[in-house]
């Protein structure tokens, strides 16, 4: 047993920090060392650990390559919920939500294009597919906000979903982070203070900037959607076009067949035919041999 004291939180780190083609090694190499240590369980919970999917990968390379940046995400998406939660509970507002959801977006499209570089330094190919998954789980990890699912960025094993109605209604009911100095510059100087209304006006008003923030998230998810559906008929077409291909090829090889099954059964009967002649062809050898020797022979 070794006398090794691990710090599993700074190893896990270092294991999701690592080059995506290390992974397996280093999940080994930590498994090796913890089992050493006289620590099988851990050894074992670690030994369970799925190595993350290129996607999920290149998403906590940004968490930890690029914090600044990510947190930028994080805290847009806090800004969201928090302007959510005062609509829902019938406060003023605190802030403009369509504003908060353009420094999201803003957020997220800076972050893709890091994760190009991040995709490249790395030996992968940042494809559309690939490029897709991060979006997609940007935007739940902005929905989310300071509020992750466990594991979060940062030790991913898996793409993020984005949450649900009625998930995004808790978080939105979920008392809100601190406003960070950042988002409290974000908000516009000149905002004037929200008029007074009755208590069931702003909590209709909340419902409304909830479901739009629903809908604008499933706007997202439908244009990813439309996009699928428009490369898998491009590859329905192309499949199309090598099926036909591949049944004129048929049809010609199903001519030819039939004409060498023609030309075989017309070789069988001309050498029937050709056997036959050469049977009776010997017959009338042997009866010219057999008269011929009568003849040569009178006496025999």
Known sequence: MSDEKIDLEAELNQLFRASLKDFIQQRKDLVSRLKKSGDKEKAALVGAIAKPPLSAWAVNQLYWQHTSDFQKLLAAGDEIRRIQHHALAGQAPGGDLPSAQKQRQKAIDGLLRLA????????????QGVLKRISTTLEAAAAYGSEQPDPGPGRLRQDLDLPGFERLAE???LPPPPRTARSARAEPRDAEPAKPSSDRVRAA???????????????AEAKRAQSGLELA???????KKELEQLRDQMARLEGRYRQAEADVKKARSTTKKARLAEQKARRSLEEARAMLEDLENPDR
């Not at 008929?233 to 499949?239: F, Q, T």
Request: hydrophobic share 45%.
């Open 233 to 239: 008929e491009d590859r329905v077409g192309k499949a």
């Open 116 to 127: 190009e570089i991040v995709l490249l330094q790395d030996g992968h190919a940042a494809s």
């Open 171 to 173: 978080l939105a009911a």
């Open 205 to 219: 008003r909340g419902k409304v900037e909830l479901a739009e923030a629903d809908f604008n998230l499933r706007q």
